[in-house]
């Protein structure tokens, strides 16, 4: 049986998968979302969010994806994995992101992709009138050549709107790099940095994150204390809180206490099992 089924959970409350269902809307998380929804809805072009390892710039993208999914009037495609060793492998793999492989025979080339990519951008957005969303997550991976080809696709645009709304999902380091190319830079229509939480929010996310798995939230399973080492610890960042957390809990279920305390916490960060 789980830890998690012997306290009383129907999930696992602090796994590390970016399930939409456990997105805790912090301030930080909330802003994020609610600018890339305006600015997706007004179609102007590339969003870029930011922030350190571990702050739930995934978990967002998740969350963004659920909100449109049953959108008719939305197109919505995600890249997990940006790498790509050159421009035309990068085409390949747009094309493969919009599945447009039947719409190129032989053995296609740069300019096959592109102009494939092309007219899939104008069908959808000019002739059906529907919004094209790309969300590439880990865009620090994305080199110069890749950044190119996101630049030229930005360039389709009719005189109201553009045809492509591209959303980055980055660690902090994409920054300085996209600042060199200023004809990508200067495209950006929203730049929005996710900080880590303060210690109520960690403490908001902790309970909501219970509440969610099935637990009553009005009795206390984490002490005041408790979330006080967690959040000195995890320094605010979502990742380490479900780290520290998920470990708590199954040292609960087999030390017979029931309630996380501070002690609990210190003697897991001073064995290094969190």
Request: aromatic share 10%.
């Amino acid at each position: 049986m789980s830890y998690f089924s012997t306290l009383g959970l129907i999930k696992e409350p602090f796994s590390n998968s970016p399930d939409p269902e456990f997105f805790f809307e912090s301030n930080e998380h909330k802003a994020a979302l609610i600018r890339l929804l305006v600015e997706i809805r007004l179609r102007r072009g590339l969003s870029v969010i930011l922030g350190d390892v571990g702050v739930g710039k995934t978990t967002l993208s998740r969350k963004l994806f659920q909100m449109f999914k049953e959108r008719s009037d939305i197109l919505f495609y995600m890249i997990l994995d940006p790498t790509a060793q050159s421009e035309d492998l990068f085409l390949e793999s747009l094309v493969r992101t919009f599945n447009l492989q039947d719409q190129i025979a032989g053995t296609p080339n740069i300019l096959d992709y592109k102009e494939v990519i092309k007219k899939h951008l104008y069908q959808k957005g000019i002739e059906e009138n529907k919004t094209v969303v790309l969300v590439i997550d880990e865009a620090q991976k994305l080199n110069g050549e890749s950044l190119e080809v996101l630049r030229v696709l930005l360039n389709y645009e009719t005189n109201d709107y553009k045809l492509l709304q591209l959303v980055l999902f980055s660690q902090m380091e994409l920054l300085p790099k996209i600042k060199e190319i200023k004809n990508f830079f200067d495209r950006i229509v929203l730049k929005y940095v996710i900080n880590p939480l303060d210690e109520p929010e960690s403490r908001e996310l902790i309970n909501f994150r219970l509440h969610q798995s099935g637990f009553n939230t009005e009795l206390k399973l984490f002490t005041d204390e408790a979330v006080s080492e967690i959040q000195r610890y995890s320094q605010g960042y979502p990742r380490r809180i479900n780290l520290i957390c998920h470990n708590a809990l199954r040292n609960l279920v087999t030390s017979n206490k029931t309630v996380v305390d501070g002690a609990l916490i210190r003697d897991l960060i001073a064995r290094s099992v969190v």
